[in-house]
């Protein structure tokens, strides 16, 4: 979550009062992200998360809450979105906005197993529901993404070999993805998984990449994946959708196009950042060395019993 557009407490408090959230008691900025501008709102009504969107336009704003409140309508842990006047956003210091449920909890530092079996549910159940989702949705990190991105950047052999190596992924199962779910994107009292959030990236794509940018995250330690770690995340996804022998087999690309993907969009927002009060820019190193881990490998789908 990033601070990009301030807002004054009087234009919140008209705005929530058009929407019928309830009157203005306290709000505040939320900081530390890279993408939207977020604040936490207390109203008459409740604790709301406030996100201005910064990228997205209008129309691709009202299709992700959309997305999101099917998602809650289903059951799933995640924060329903606020009906506006004629939709789920309404203008708001010139951007997009949007009110969704707060959810309490916290990043996990040092994901557990019983963690990362949590994600692994979550993304499970979500390709569940996504599979039978009609729309398609286009991918804003696809591959005319990625070499845009790429040519801004300084030459590098690794990210030229893997640019290649995604050139050649099999047509995969796909559907509904999260796309981005880290740490960061996702809410714990403790074991228990209370939500996920910021479904900026959702998209269709295969439903194994979901599986490989969580694990990225979630089962990385030292220089490689944990074994445990992954086999809790992944044995978790498949009892609730069994991935296909394709697609398993395809998994340590998955994984590689993954890092590659972050490793782009992390490096560039260092070399060309946007203005903001409050905005981070991640460590691209770090994908690259993820990737340079990976790249060549034999990583495959976990044995999981």
């Known amino acids: 979550m990033s601070v990009f557009t301030a807002v004054t407490e009087a234009e919140l408090a008209g705005w929530l009062l058009a929407c019928k959230a309830g009157a203005l008691h306290a709000m505040r900025a939320v900081e530390g992200g890279v993408e939207n501008t977020n604040y936490c709102i207390d109203t008459a009504r409740g604790r709301f998360v406030l996100t201005l969107f910064e990228w997205q336009t209008a129309d691709e704003a009202e299709r992700t809450l959309a997305l999101t409140a099917t998602l809650a309508d289903a059951g799933l ?108 994107n996702a809410l714990f009292d403790g074991d228990s998984l209370r939500g996920v959030i910021d479904f900026h990236y959702a998209c269709t794509g295969p439903f194994l990449y979901d599986v490989a940018v969580a694990a990225l995250d979630w089962c990385w330690a030292g220089d490689a994946l944990d074994v445990g770690r992954l086999r809790a995340l992944c044995g978790a996804y498949a009892a609730q959708r069994e991935p296909e022998q394709a697609e398993r087999a395809a998994f340590g690309a998955l994984l590689q196009l993954a890092a590659l993907r972050f490793w782009l969009s992390r490096e560039h927002d260092a070399l060309h950042p946007r203005p903001g009060r409050a905005v981070q820019v991640k460590d691209g190193g770090e994908m690259r060395a993820r990737l340079a881990a990976l790249h060549g490998s034999s990583q495959h789908w976990p044995d999981i019993g």
Not at 113 to 130: D, M, P, R, Y
């Open 77 to 184: 842990p995640v924060a329903r979105p606020w009906p506006q006047p004629g939709g789920w956003t309404a203008p708001l210091a010139g951007k997009p906005a949007a009110l969704a449920d707060w959810i309490d909890g916290s990043h996990p530092e040092v994901p557990t197993l019983n963690q990362c079996s949590e994600i692994g549910g979550f993304l499970g159940q979500c390709a569940s529901v996504g599979a039978v989702l009609r729309t398609a949705i286009a991918n804003p990190r696809d591959a005319a993404w990625r070499a845009r991105t790429a040519a801004k950047l300084p030459p590098d052999p690794l990210r030229d070999a893997a640019l290649a190596d995604a050139t050649a992924l099999p047509v995969l199962p796909s559907g509904l993805i999260h796309a981005d779910l880290f740490r960061d």
